[in-house]
């Protein structure tokens, strides 16, 4: 079945850059868009990056924009988040997402706390 | 930005009681191809979001009959028709037509 397996986050200051991974099996990876979707403690869920099966079509939210970039490795099955520039806002559960319009699967997230 | 909007948000059940959950988008969420994409989550503490409903009224491959999705273009409707004691957490409607993709407020389920 399904499987999505986070890793990459942890405890960084602000200003500084996180890569986080998203390891997918159970399905043909470069069939499907993917999505990083994030949760800040206590609050709701947010849309924060997406890419197209092809790594050609991405798109972001402003707030993200020109700090992270969402990227793919097809032939290791992997999706990407470079997280640049981290301020204490980005604090939250990552989660990746398969799909490109539903959002079918996910995993189970990796916390990213930023806090000096 | 498309705006969901979930009523209630706090939503106490009696066990074996019908529940259900309204959510409005402030755009049509039809395609060209006449598809709703809308969809329904739930959550429970500590846990990842799980797909329960997709494209308005598809039920996920094993989610119990008793949720069904309902609506059309801006209002919709998640009805669980006999709510359960693991049916608690929080549930989240979500469109997937426009980007970004945009969830609701979140409703709180919890048994009376």
């Known amino acids: 079945q399904v499987r999505l397996v986070e890793s990459g986050g942890g405890v960084v200051q602000p200003g500084t850059s996180l890569r986080l991974s998203c390891a997918a099996s159970?399905?043909?990876?470069?069939?499907?868009?993917m999505h990083w979707v994030r949760q800040a403690p206590g609050k709701g869920l947010e849309a924060v990056a997406i890419?197209?099966?092809?790594?050609?079509?991405?798109s972001y939210i402003d707030s993200v924009k020109g700090r992270f970039t969402i990227s793919r490795d097809n032939s290791k099955n992997t999706l990407y988040l470079q997280m640049n520039s981290l301020r204490p806002d980005d604090t939250a559960v990552y989660y990746c997402a398969k799909g490109y319009y539903d959002s079918g699967s996910w995993g189970q997230g990796t916390l990213v706390t930023v806090s000096s | 930005e498309v705006l969901m909007t979930q009523s209630p948000l706090f939503l106490p059940v009696t066990l074996g009681q019908p529940a259900s959950i309204s959510c409005t988008s402030s755009q049509s969420l039809v395609d060209s191809d006449g598809k709703t994409w809308l969809s329904w989550f739930h959550q429970r503490p500590g846990q990842s979001p799980r797909r329960l409903i997709y494209?308005?009224?598809y039920r996920d491959s094993g989610v119990p009959d008793r949720f069904s999705g309902s609506g059309s273009g801006t209002d919709f409707t998640l009805h669980i028709s006999r709510v359960e004691a693991e049916d608690v957490g929080i549930y989240f409607c979500?469109?997937?037509?426009?980007?970004?993709?945009?969830f609701g407020q979140g409703t709180k389920l919890e048994i009376k």
């Open positions: 890419l197209s099966y092809d790594g050609n079509t991405k």
């Open positions: 979500m469109q997937g037509l426009f980007w970004p993709k945009t």
């Open positions: 494209q308005l009224f």
């Open positions: 159970g399905f043909t990876f470069s069939q499907y868009g």
